[in-house]
């Protein structure tokens, strides 16, 4: 990595790709200042993040009180969303259109669209649109609407091609600005989480990346990202991912 880095933001810092995602930075960027956001941010791990702050993705109306008060520490370059959603203990992925249930729609699209946009939202109003900084956002392929071939998975599906579709507005919107700020979608690849746990028997242990293999190329992708990538959805190798 060629550039300076002398601050990161990583909201669900508590979650597997977030906790990695600080530990493998502050290898790379010794003195850089990372700051963690979780739900309970006691959990966060203080001897990889200097601050941290309390976070609740399905709070959005408290978004900017929290950016308002960590912006006092100074902008970041990089920002990372590792936040995600798929299922819990009462709520399983739909095989079917008869599985469709409204509740589970809703709070697939509160966790996995408006919440992460709306963030982006805050962290835009509270810095400008001049501010140079970087923000990923964690998404999937299955976002992807040309990529779907297996169907199923509609809430997940849908809330993420909804985020897809959310900052790809957003990026143009900057790019119209001529904003030097770059908003990016991020595909991580399967990860050994717990929001992938409950899916990973009889996948081939190659196609399971460990979290400090995919916060490697997270960092990595951080460091290649330009302008000109604003508003794509990017794989963990860079690739990108067609909508």
């Known amino acids: 990595m060629s550039e300076s880095v002398k601050r990161v933001w990583v909201f669900a810092a508590t ?29 966060i791990d203080a001897s990889v993040f200097q601050q941290s702050f309390a976070f609740d993705l399905a709070q959005p109306e408290q978004f900017l009180d929290v ?11 990089y920002v990372l969303i590792a936040s995600g ?16 249930n409204a509740q589970h729609l809703q709070k697939s699209y509160q966790l996995n669209a408006i919440g992460p946009v709306m963030l982006v939202q805050a962290i835009l ?3 400008g649109v001049k501010t140079p900084m970087k923000i990923g956002v964690l998404s999937a392929r299955l976002g992807s609407i040309s990529d779907n071939k297996m169907g199923g998975w509609h809430a997940y599906r849908a809330s993420k091609a909804a985020l897809n579709m959310l900052l790809k507005n957003i990026a143009i919107e ?55 990538h604003s508003g794509q959805l990017i794989d963990f190798a860079g690739n990108i991912i067609e909508p």
């Open 67 to 77: 950016i308002k008060v960590a912006s006092q520490l100074g902008a970041p370059d």
């Open 15 to 43: 979650g597997g790709i977030g906790a990695a995602f600080g530990k493998e930075l502050s290898k790379r960027f010794a003195g850089c200042q990372l700051v963690g956001f979780a739900r309970n941010p006691e959990k």
């Open 125 to 127: 109003q509270n810095f």
């Open 174 to 228: 900057l790019k119209m600005k001529r904003s030097p700020i770059t908003v990016f979608a991020i595909q991580p690849g399967t990860t050994d989480t717990r929001l992938s746990k409950p899916f990973q028997k009889g996948l081939p242990p190659e196609q399971l990346q460990t979290v400090e293999f995919t916060a490697q190329k997270i960092c990595d992708l951080f460091a290649e990202v330009k302008l000109a």
């Open 85 to 100: 959603w798929l299922h819990d203990a009462d709520t399983q992925p739909e095989k079917t259109y008869r599985a469709l």
